[in-house]
Nanobody, 123 residues
Framework: QVQLVESGGGLVQTGGSLRLSCAASGRALSSLGMAWFRQAPGKEREFVAASRRSGNTYYADSVKGRFTISRDTAKNTMYLQMHSLKPEDTAVYYC?????????????????WGQGTQVTVSS
């Protein structure tokens, strides 16, 4: 069993930055595919970024060039560095982990989910 705990969310102005963390326990992150998803009010949960077991990273078009996903295997923690934040980035951000790998941009690819952390970007 893998437990994921997100932190780092908050309120930031347009153009600001935040770094989200996802601390994992129960299994080494290096053996898992990892990702960030987000869900805005009234919308479906959507893919943001993924870090596959191969080390390759992928991003949704809406965040490409502004967000960076990374892992610290020593700390068993994943990060999402967010720059140039926009009001449309406002959402609850969830980290996810799983043994699936190919369909990294889909929810069913992941077995474990964190509780979410709120990110609010004011205009």
């Amino acid at each position: 069993q893998v437990q994921l705990v997100e932190s780092g969310g908050g309120l930031v102005q347009t153009g600001g930055s935040l770094r989200l963390s996802c601390a994992a326990s129960g299994r080494a992150l290096s053996s898992l595919g990892m990702a960030w998803f987000r869900q805005a009010p009234g919308k479906e949960r959507e893919f943001v970024a993924a870090s596959r077991r191969s080390g390759n990273t992928y991003y949704a078009d809406s965040v490409k060039g502004r967000f960076t996903i990374s892992r610290d295997t020593a700390k068993n923690t994943m990060y999402l560095q967010m720059h140039s934040l926009k009001p449309e980035d406002t959402a609850v951000y969830y980290c996810a982990a799983g043994s699936g790998d190919y369909y990294y941009y889909t929810l069913p690819n992941y077995d474990y989910w964190g509780q979410g952390t709120q990110v609010t970007v004011s205009s």
